[in-house]
């Protein structure tokens, strides 16, 4: 029912910034969570950030509180990550993902039980 195509993703400096965004298919985005994860060679996928529906709510981990801001444009069917003051253990693969909203997500939007993934966007910080 939805598909998801991250793009963003590149080569930058420790110290600089990045904004990822996920282009979703489909008519109903928004009644959709959205959540970014990722994942670097040899380690398990991590949560990232998540946002609810209406964008009312935001998650972070606590790695990039301070750091990276998640959002969305529900008109474009977009969710975004702006990721600020990066650092090299940044690096990874970065994945977005979404569920259909419901009262649980406030308790499990770090996990991993999305409904629907992209195929992700490498994001590489030098140091």
């Known amino acids: 029912q939805v598909q998801l195509v991250e793009s963003g993703g590149g080569l930058v400096q420790a110290g600089g910034s990045l904004r990822l965004s996920c282009a979703a298919s489909?008519?109903?985005?928004?009644?959709?969570?959205m959540g970014w994860f990722r994942q670097a060679p040899g380690k398990e996928r991590e949560f990232v950030a998540a946002?609810?529906?209406?964008?009312?709510?935001?998650y972070y981990a606590d790695s990039v509180k301070g750091r990276f801001a998640i959002s969305r444009d529900n008109a474009k069917k977009t969710v975004y990550l702006q990721m600020n003051s990066l650092k090299p253990e940044d690096t990874a693969v970065y994945y977005c993902?979404?569920?259909?909203?419901?009262?649980?997500?406030?308790?499990?939007?770090?996990?991993?039980?999305?409904?629907?993934w992209g195929q992700g966007t490498q994001v590489t910080v030098s140091s």
């Open positions: 489909g008519r109903t985005f928004g009644v959709y969570n």
């Open positions: 946002i609810t529906w209406n964008g009312g709510t935001t």
């Open positions: 993902a979404a569920v259909k909203i419901s009262s649980s997500y406030a308790t499990n939007y770090y996990q991993r039980a999305y409904d629907y």
